[in-house]
């Protein structure tokens, strides 16, 4: 879908601009035509030649050429491009960009640019958390510039946190994504559960899993990506949600979860329950905190709810419901079973026994399994890309 498409990427002074390299390369197999603008600082971490010779075109830095004299003219380059993304994106940049700061022709041919604009930060955990890079990132969304967020990991410094640029697949994903105005998914209701839910214990301490909602995160992404009205129920997490602009519900518990799906599922055309909803709760809710004053300590539990079972059942005709399985043993019978049970169109199997899968990581590997049978089994990617295998396998079959 990026065939023909003209694409500027501009690339700033950071660790992650070696990621470009590939950004480019994938983006010129997609048929696109690709326009490289370097800060002068993007220099001392990726050579301007490598991108040159990946993208066929010379690499622009300066306001002219030192040579000749011949201008490289920011403002045709504004009504050249069919789309922009800045990859790595750094503070610096961010702040030029959000305030107007035009001293390089990056920033003034993104001041002269009238298609849609990208940019995916990269910069170390506490850079990214800096409360002055929230509130750019806050003014160039209110600018139109569209978001495609860092990733957790480990980063350069050494320390693990967020702020790693995205993958040069997601980045591609996301730009094929926006290209294709075909898609099913436009203008269809879409409704994700994502995160774990916790079942109280007593004021203090409760029951819970380690899921991040990640996985159901970057599902609401791209699926607002692909034009659908989403709306996203999700339990705890401690992510930076500043990038979804759908509709937002959060909730704590399974029976919160369960309410909030119930009041739009009927209108939905498509359920994705991606949430790792905990499927016991305490029967009896302590009203202060339980002290550490016996050996041991019983707890009667109870089920809660099951969100996908409860809504499989009221399902009708046209909707369009989908499932997560997260397997440690038996892996496909389990996921086939459930599959069956909870009325689902299709189920998404994840194991943790496959290494970066499941939760914690941002990558992920799946198996995807329908009701007449089709296996689809997929290599380990990021968590974006796999979100947008799933959409993908969806659209086919809707």
């Known amino acids: 879908m990026l065939q023909n498409k003209k694409i500027i990427v501009g690339v700033c002074g950071g660790i992650a601009a070696y990621k470009t390299a590939l950004l480019v390369r994938q983006l010129k197999q997609k048929g696109a035509e690709v326009q490289v603008l370097m800060t002068p600082a993007a220099h001392s971490f ?144 879409v409704l994700i559960t994502a995160g774990p839910t916790y079942e109280a214990i007593d004021p203090v301490r409760f029951l819970g899993n380690h899921s991040s909602g990640s996985m159901g995160y970057q599902l609401a992404l791209a699926a607002r990506q692909r034009g659908a009205r989403v709306t996203l129920v999700l339990g705890p997490n401690s992510m930076d949600t500043t990038a979804f602009d759908g509709t937002l519900v959060e909730v704590t518990s399974a029976q919160e979860m369960l309410d909030a799906c119930q009041q739009v599922y009927p209108k939905q055309d498509i359920a994705i329950f991606a949430a790792a909803v905990a499927d016991y709760a305490p029967a009896n809710i302590a009203t202060q905190k339980i002290k550490k004053n016996t050996q041991k300590l019983t707890l009667e539990l109870t089920k809660t709810p099951d969100v996908a079972y409860t809504l499989g059942k009221a399902k009708k005709k046209q909707q369009f419901n989908v499932g997560f399985a997260l397997e440690t043993e038996n892996e496909q019978t389990h996921a086939q079973k459930k599959l069956a049970r909870k009325n689902f169109d299709m189920v998404v199997l994840n194991s943790l026994n496959d290494k970066g899968a499941g939760f914690k990581h941002t990558t992920n590997k799946i198996t995807i399994i329908d009701t007449q049978n089709n296996i689809l089994h997929f290599e380990l990617k990021s968590k974006t890309a796999v979100a947008n295998d799933i959409l993908n396998e969806i659209e086919k079959r809707i």
């Open 46 to 189: 990726i050579t301007p030649l490598t991108l040159a010779t990946l993208s066929g075109k010379p690499v622009l830095t300066q306001f002219s050429q030192p040579n000749t004299g011949e201008w490289n003219n920011h403002v045709n380059l504004g009504l050249w491009a069919d789309a922009m993304v800045v990859a790595p994106a750094t503070a610096s940049t961010l702040a030029k960009m959000a305030y107007g700061q035009s001293d390089n022709l990056l920033v003034t041919t993104y001041l002269s640019a009238r298609c849609p604009v990208w940019v995916a930060p990269a910069m170390d955990l506490d850079m990214f958390a800096h409360p002055t890079t929230i509130a750019t990132l806050a003014t160039l969304k209110k600018h139109g510039v569209n978001l495609i967020d860092a990733q957790e990991g480990e980063l350069a410094s050494g320390l693990s946190g967020k702020g790693r640029m995205a993958e040069p697949e997601t980045i591609v994903a996301i730009l094929t994504a926006y290209f294709n105005p075909a898609s099913a998914l436009r203008n269809k209701k």
